[in-house]
């Protein structure tokens, strides 16, 4: 049972010493075992245990503030240059390097990175909003970002009418991109690139609304924490009637 009030632990984590370390530690996909040993200010990715992401051939991909894709344009010899089955570890790799040339290009400019971990008077309100104990605990692997909260499939189906196009995400990023093989070979590259792009428009069409609430903010976290408590043990009752 997810327990509310080990949330707190999720604060506390050691904030980076550097804007280009916050941008590295942010992207999840790349943060080594060890990131204090690693990490040595700018020049983190020369270190042991980090490899920077590399472009893919024929593959570039744009991603927007929430690290979702925008944009995905496959070259004109991208069909060639890979095996139908090596299309989506093409296009994930591309998207791995939009990532981190994206976070990059924001450092140099001296901005910062937006924080891995959401705002705790953004998540108190929407777990307050669950109205069973099943949501809350769907809401509350959302805003953590426990494991792959997000699942979209491609409009179009194979002759067994099976799926042929998935993405899954996490909270922060696209996790995995998986593509039929024989479907991606009946089909051009602009047709996959639109469904990926599509795919990625309904996983934002399925995060949670986040909003402040005027009356929360003028209590303390302990009080907030407390109230969370409080909420899931009445969604457990009535879950027991």
Known sequence: ????????????????????????????????ANAAENYDNDTAAEKPGYQIPQRASFVDVEVGEDRLPTVVHLGRSWGSSYTPSEYAASI????????????????DSGG???????????????????????????????????????????????????????????????????????????????????????????IRSMKPALQHDMYLDQETDDELFTRLTRHQWYLLGNENL
């Open 112 to 202: 910062s990175p937006a924080p891995v971990q959401l705002p705790l008077r953004q998540i108190v309100p929407a777990l307050l909003q669950t109205r069973s104990y099943e949501e809350y605990v769907a809401q509350y692997k959302k805003l953590f970002g426990v494991g792959e909260c997000y699942v979209a499939h491609g409009r179009d189906r194979n002759e067994f009418d099976e799926v042929v196009l998935t993405i899954r995400a996490s909270r922060v990023e696209l996790t995995e991109i998986w593509i039929d093989p024989q479907w991606a070979a009946s089909v051009d590259s602009f047709t996959i690139a639109h469904d990926i792009v599509e795919c990625a428009d309904q």
């Open 92 to 107: 994930m790799k591309g998207y791995r390097y939009a990532l981190y040339e994206r976070l990059m290009k924001l450092i």
């Open 1 to 32: 049972m997810p327990d509310p009030s080990a949330a707190r632990f999720a604060w506390q984590i050691p904030r980076p010493t550097s804007r280009r370390e916050q941008a590295l530690i942010s992207m999840s996909g790349y943060r080594p």
